[in-house]
């Protein structure tokens, strides 16, 4: 069946980086868009970033410079290497693919997706 497991949450100091993991299977890795959407306490879902087929990547504004998507199609793998974290990083990460282009507005659904993992959680606390 399909899977996207996320991995590599954790607590970190204003600051400091933390690098993000999605293993998928179940499905041709390699022929769709992966994103990573994220949502704070209490808000709703936000998208972060893509990475398309030719590894072209696209950022929310708030997120440029400190973040870093890539996708490694022989594991099957999609990672997020977050530097700088700031206090307002704190979210649930979710690991997406579709096979076509999310746009980050509006807001994406859960159902915008083809695939969604089960998260891992950011805190970025002092």
């Known amino acids: 069946q399909v899977q996207l497991v996320e991995s590599g949450g954790g607590l970190v100091q204003p600051g400091g980086s933390l690098r993000l993991s999605c293993a998928a299977s179940?499905?041709?890795?390699?022929?769709?868009?992966m994103y990573w959407v994220r949502q704070a306490p209490g808000k709703g879902l936000e998208w972060v970033s893509c990475?398309?087929?030719?590894?072209?990547?696209y950022y929310i504004d708030s997120v440029k410079g400190r973040f870093t998507v890539s996708r490694d199609n022989a594991k099957n793998t999609v990672y997020l290497q977050m530097n700088s974290l700031k206090l307002e990083d704190t979210a649930m990460y979710y690991c997406?693919?579709?096979?076509?282009?999310?746009?980050?507005?509006?807001?994406?659904?859960?159902?915008?997706?083809?695939?969604w993992g089960q998260g891992t959680q950011v805190t970025v606390s002092s």
């Open positions: 997406a693919a579709a096979d076509t282009w999310i746009p980050s507005r509006p807001p994406p659904t859960v159902g915008d997706f083809d695939y």
């Open positions: 990475i398309n087929l030719g590894s072209a990547t």
């Open positions: 179940g499905f041709t890795f390699g022929s769709y868009l």
